[in-house]
């Protein structure tokens, strides 16, 4: 059952936005990046294919491929939650936000090039195909359908090789301009979070006599409840945290400190009281390992190597992204079977 806010339905509202911020995305990545043509010099040339050409062309190609699989990306979003028993629901937001974040950055540069190659291909394919109205295993491709499919796919290609060997350079530009100036945002914004997250969890321990029963609940339909006062004070929490973390007040340790305890502690409580009350119980630990992972080398090591700590604390990040990402994708690839 596809979740809704208010009469709309999530998933769809997600592919809508994705199709919104993918182009502005990709145009913005090509006009801050400083890109050189391998071929040219000439100024002119460099902006009209760098600037240009490329992000437009390969901002089409997104458009089609969204739009081609909207009901495919939407159908994903509607069933990953029957993927992702490793991620507590009370962390999926958590670790979501963080996966968006490298996936942007680090995944989707990369992909953009393949997908806008297959997308112009499969488009001269539905151009000069769309009259048949069925294929059978011994249909032939007509000679004009290859011919319009090679030379949909020149000018992709041409993007592709114009900016292949810039590669470095992007990935220089992300590393260096993007994610490392963002990294200590993100690393205020994840533990503070994850810190509210925490506190909620616990109080839904007390309101529902065990987070084993709330954390089940997507299981279990019966024993949903509207827990909005929890989310409120979830909303106060975070803003609270992340302005004490803004503004450098030391007092943000003994919290991040609580939340990394009630983690803990809660793990526990999940696992043992849903092991005895619920048979197929998920006591999702990998998921509260990385998050305790997360939290606890800021709080942990922070006062003696804050170095250490961060890249820790990164690593955790992307490792949390990856296993998010990779299940993601396993779901929209794998979607008929489930």
Known sequence: MPKEIKGIILSRLIVLISIILVPIAIFLIYNLADFDLWFSSDPIITFVIIKILSPLVFSISWLFFLILFINRFASTIDNFDKLVSVVPSRLKFFYGLNAIIILFIFVFPIITPIISILSFASFAWRLTTFKK???????????????????????????????????????????????????????????SLFTALAIGALVILFYNSGISEYEQFYAEPSKKQRLWNVKLLEL???????????????????????????????????????????????????????????????????????????????????????????????????????
């Open 236 to 338: 106060v929490l975070f803003i609270f945290f992340l302005t004490l973390d803004i503004f450098k007040f030391d007092v943000i340790y003994f919290f991040y400190m609580a939340g990394f305890v009630i983690i803990i502690f809660t793990s526990i409580i999940n696992f043992l009281q849903g092991k005895s009350k619920i048979k197929n119980f998920k006591s999702h630990f990998l998921g509260y390992l990385i998050a305790a992972v997360f939290i606890g080398s800021n709080v942990l090591f922070s006062p003696i190597a804050s170095e250490f700590a961060d890249i820790l604390s990164a690593l955790s990040l992307i490792i949390s992204a990856i296993l998010y990402i990779f299940v993601f994708f396993y779901t929209f690839i794998r979607l008929e079977e489930i």
């Open 133 to 191: 109205e069925a294929w059978d295993d011994d249909s032939e491709v007509k000679f004009i359908t290859k011919f319009m499919m090679v030379l949909a796919s020149i000018i992709p290609i041409f993007c592709t090789i114009s900016v292949i060997p810039q590669f470095i350079v992007l990935a220089s530009f992300l590393w260096n301009d993007i994610w490392l100036p963002l990294l200590p945002s993100i690393l205020g914004i994840s533990y």
